[in-house]
């Protein structure tokens, strides 16, 4: 009698799923690498990987990516790959211009390019992508557009860091040919021949910007009507002029962060105390600042008269600046006008000393803001007066508010 068969083999649960499950809803989601690594599930999933509808070409580890992957996923896989994202180092930077080549063909629609420990040098096949929706691109030496370049027509969000571009120009004509662009930062872009050239931001549709710059390369907004978040961070001084156009290119925002340092012109008396319009739609803003000069001061005043919607503000001190000028509460006060910051309702101070200016301002907002709910106070850790003292001064002070509480900590330095 011959011994019974053995039972047949369990079934393979993810090979009995439908193609177009496995493919395109389970596949298509894995890392790289994870695709790659379905080749040694069995021999009928070898090659599988390599006949995805898409794949996403993602490798951003921290030490940068061997050159031998991209070349051969790409050799291999001849697909859309609608993600590439990778971190490159000096073994691998002769290769991405290849690479740029190949993927122009490749309905590339998010590009992350970062260089790990030089800065990488890229053709003009990046202007080749017209499928575009996120381009991020850190550490790159961004080549001058070519004649007749069209734009990024279906751009959305723009990321240059550390990265060097020729002419100001160049800048202007991606930011111009990306109608679409939601979210553009620009931080520390370094602009090769900038002359002191006014650079302008040319967005219709744009909603949030973040500059960070060390220089100011004459920032102008040509427009930006739909602008809902802006950052600016410059290391550098503008004057009152200069600041006060400036500020007009992001009247739209509903939330500002502003780290500046203002500045008369030598020999000239004239602060910034007046803008030509208001902030109508801002609601959170956050400054950078110091209560120690006369300048910055009256600007900081200036900011608030003119944003009546105002509801959260924040203030960090700036440095340890000495108080050069002496501006008590009754000289404080006549920088108040009526309205001003009646919608305000959180107030934090981060990194004062208690200086008699920060003090004034501190007791001006809580014996007028109407509307206040919460004000916080964060000290140096290396002040030596006790909260206890200080929180005893301040609930002496009248408040316009019933409902404001005041909070106080110490800011504590960790290494």
């Known amino acids: 009698m011959e011994p019974p068969a053995p039972p047949p083999p369990p079934a393979d649960a993810l090979s009995s799923l439908p193609d177009a499950v496995v493919d395109g809803s389970i596949l298509t989601r894995l890392d790289l690498r994870d695709v790659v690594r379905t080749s040694a599930l069995s021999r009928a999933w070898r090659h599988r990987w390599e006949s995805l509808p898409t794949l996403s070409l993602s490798l951003r580890d921290g030490i940068g990516t061997p050159p031998s992957i991209v070349d051969s996923v790409l050799s291999c896989y001849a697909g859309r790959i609608p993600d590439f994202s990778i971190r490159i180092n000096s073994q691998s930077a002769c290769r991405v211009d290849d690479w740029l080549v190949d993927l122009s063909l490749r309905d590339v629609q998010s590009m992350d390019l970062r260089s790990n420990d030089c800065l990488l040098s890229i053709r003009s096949s990046i202007y080749s992508f017209s499928h575009l929706v996120t381009l991020k691109l850190h550490r790159c030496d961004i080549p001058t ?16 860091v550390d990265a060097h571009l020729s002419e100001i120009e160049d ?5 111009r040919g990306s109608p679409l662009l939601d979210a553009l930062m ?4 370094y602009i090769l021949n900038n002359e002191l050239a006014g650079c302008v931001i040319e967005a219709p549709n744009l909603r949030s910007l973040t500059i960070i710059s060390v220089v100011v390369y004459g920032w102008q907004f040509g427009g930006l009507p739909r602008l809902d978040n802006a950052t600016i961070d410059l290391d550098t001084y503008m004057y009152e002029g200069d600041l006060g156009e400036f500020l007009a290119g992001v009247a739209h925002a509903r939330k500002l962060t502003l780290t500046t340092f203002y500045l008369p012109k030598m020999g000239d008396d004239t602060l910034l105390e007046t803008l030509p319009y208001k902030f109508f739609n801002l609601r959170s803003l956050f400054l950078c600042t110091h209560f120690c000069g006369l300048y910055s001061i009256l600007a900081t005043f200036c900011l608030l008269r003119n944003a009546p919607s105002l509801e959260e503000l924040e203030i960090t001190i700036n440095g340890d600046q000495e108080q050069e000028t002496e501006a008590n ?6 920088q108040w006008t009526n309205g001003m ?5 959180v107030v934090t101070i ?5 200086l008699s200016n920060e003090m004034c301002f501190i007791k001006l907002v809580l014996s007028k803001a109407t509307s206040l709910r919460t004000m916080s106070i964060i000290l140096d850790d290396e002040f030596s007066r006790s909260n206890e003292n200080i929180l005893s001064e301040l609930n002496t002070n009248r408040r316009a508010s019933p409902h404001a509480q005041v909070f106080l900590q110490r800011y504590h330095w960790t290494k």
């Not at 620009?186 to 872009?189: G, N, Q, V, Y």
């Not at 981060?350 to 208690?354: E, L, R, T, V």
């Open 145 to 160: 557009s070519p004649v007749g370049f069209a734009g990024f027509p279906l751009l959305k969000d723009l990321e240059l």
């Open 171 to 175: 800048l202007e004509a991606i930011v």
């Open 186 to 189: 620009l931080s520390d872009a």
């Open 329 to 334: 509460t009754e000289f404080q006060n006549t």
């Open 341 to 345: 910051c009646g919608s305000l309702q």
């Open 350 to 354: 981060n990194d004062i000393s208690c």
